[in-house]
């Protein structure tokens, strides 16, 4: 069973558009919810990450949305610029569990 | 400067082969992790380890194995046995559950 269910698995917006990328997890125990980019050839980067203890995280122009009732949470990014374009992945984890839960990605391409 | 390294950048096999990937990290974490990951497609895991002299099998472990004997070093090796093992690699370590940290990844060919 997937623990973390992430969409579109593919996003396209122009320049100055606000993407937004969604994920949902099943495991009430988790509390703990980062966000990581990936360049092509890179390892992933952690961007932004949130506990359940808050409903919203801002860093930047990147933030977190976090639901707690509805197990969701997502990634907003703020004027989005060409440079933005990569792959996001969401993931869960939490002090009861001992690995990360992936979700399956997005791949952003922002045009000019 | 901290961080994790990951070598070589390009791998090349040929069948038959076992060859090893090297992750080092300088960060004292204690949890380590390599994710396998396909063009286009996710994370996924195939050893962890929380602790030295300790490690578990993660979603596709088939075919590959690791040893963890020193906090530093958590290096995995692809057997022959992986019929597929054309991807890349991602080696990552956390502090606990906390937010992990990834090195640049491992290319590996088969040729």
């Known amino acids: 069973q997937q623990q973390v269910k992430q969409s579109p698995q593919s996003l396209i917006v122009q320049k100055g558009g606000i993407p937004i990328i969604n994920c949902a997890y099943e495991?009430?125990?988790?509390?703990?919810f980062p966000w990581y980019q990936q360049f092509p050839g890179k390892g992933p980067a952690l961007l932004i990450a949130i506990r359940p203890d808050v409903s919203e995280k801002k860093e930047g122009r990147f933030t977190i949305s976090f639901n707690k009732s509805a197990k969701q949470f997502s990634l907003h990014i703020m004027d989005s610029q060409p440079g933005d374009s990569a792959t996001y992945f969401c993931?869960?984890?939490?002090?009861?569990?001992?690995?990360?839960?992936f979700g399956s990605g997005t791949k952003l391409n922002v045009k000019p | 400067d901290g961080g994790i390294t990951q070598s070589p950048k390009y791998l090349f096999r040929k069948e038959g082969q076992n060859v090893t990937l090297s992750c080092e990290q300088n960060l004292n974490h204690d949890a380590m992790y390599w994710y396998r990951q396909d063009p286009g497609q996710g994370l996924r895991l195939i050893y962890y380890s929380q602790i030295v002299n300790d490690f578990q099998k993660g979603d596709i472990a088939e075919g590959y194995s690791v040893s963890r004997e020193k906090k530093e070093s958590f290096p995995l090796t692809v057997t022959s046995a992986q019929k597929n093992p054309t991807a890349f690699y991602l080696c990552?370590?956390?502090?606990?559950?906390?937010?992990?940290?990834f090195g640049q990844g491992t290319r590996l060919t088969v040729v």
């Open positions: 495991n009430t125990a988790f509390d703990y």
């Open positions: 993931a869960a984890s939490g002090n009861n569990f001992n690995k990360f839960y």
């Open positions: 990552a370590s956390s502090r606990g559950w906390g937010e992990a940290f």
